[in-house]
């Protein structure tokens, strides 16, 4: 039997970080490996713990999530930490910076246990963590007001078949997903995501959404 799945817990509200947690620990598969309730004592923590993935929140003191994110995740980080951020509905523009700071995806604070369960172990597992519609509704709509004048896919270095898949990608579709939407083979939709990563220079699939949604590729 392999190791449960080691996981820190980071939010400023004890009595949220502490349902948590008991959710957490009742999964034979899943271990609390530490708690928090600031971005620094999660920045050292998950330095010192090495846990699989930390569940962070967005507003905290001291050093707030999205910055804990950048430094746990972000670009240039040598050891990146896998990152699921938890938010309230409202805070689109939290998401947005979250997801660019180098979280692995969101959950929303009402999301039931089962679905914050799947999201620590789809994280785990090295995948992104967006639900189409919040993606879109979030995402997609504080991405639009700050998308810059002019750009589009004229502007964008891929052939427009990678363009699609992009788009399908940024629609929160899996590979088996659009490999059936565009009738290829599942290795071929694995040849063209690393493709369209390498070619825009993106880390993962979640960039890869904030870049479609930043450069107005989707609505």
């Not at 970080?17 to 899943?30: M, W, Y």
């Not at 700071?101 to 246990?113: I, M, N, Q, Y």
Request: with cysteine; aromatic share 4%.
């Amino acid at each position: 039997m392999s190791a449960p799945l080691r996981v820190l817990v980071c939010d400023d509200q004890m009595l949220i970080r502490t349902g948590l947690s008991t959710i957490i620990d009742a999964q034979p598969d899943l271990t609390v490996a530490g708690e928090c309730g600031d971005g620094r004592t999660a920045v050292e923590l998950a330095g010192r713990l090495r846990p699989d993935v930390v569940v962070m929140d967005v507003r905290m003191p001291v050093l707030d999530g999205i910055e804990a994110t950048r430094l746990l995740a972000g670009a240039g980080v040598e050891h990146p930490v896998k990152v699921l951020v938890v938010t309230t509905f409202n805070l689109d523009e939290y998401v947005y910076e979250a997801l660019r700071a180098g979280a692995s995806g969101f959950l929303l604070k009402d999301a039931p246990p089962d679905r914050l369960l799947h999201g620590i172990r789809t994280v785990a597992l090295g995948a992104a963590l967006l639900d189409p519609e919040v993606t879109r509704r979030l995402v997609g709509r504080y991405a639009a007001r700050i998308r810059p004048a002019g750009g589009g896919a004229q502007d964008v270095p891929l052939t427009p078949r990678e363009l699609e898949v992009l788009r399908l990608i940024a629609d929160g579709r899996s590979n088996s997903e659009i490999a059936g939407a565009l009738v290829i083979s599942h290795e071929t939709v694995k040849t063209f995501v690393s493709r369209i990563l390498a070619k825009l220079g993106l880390r993962d699939r979640v960039q890869a959404v904030v870049y479609a949604y930043r450069n107005g590729l989707v609505t």
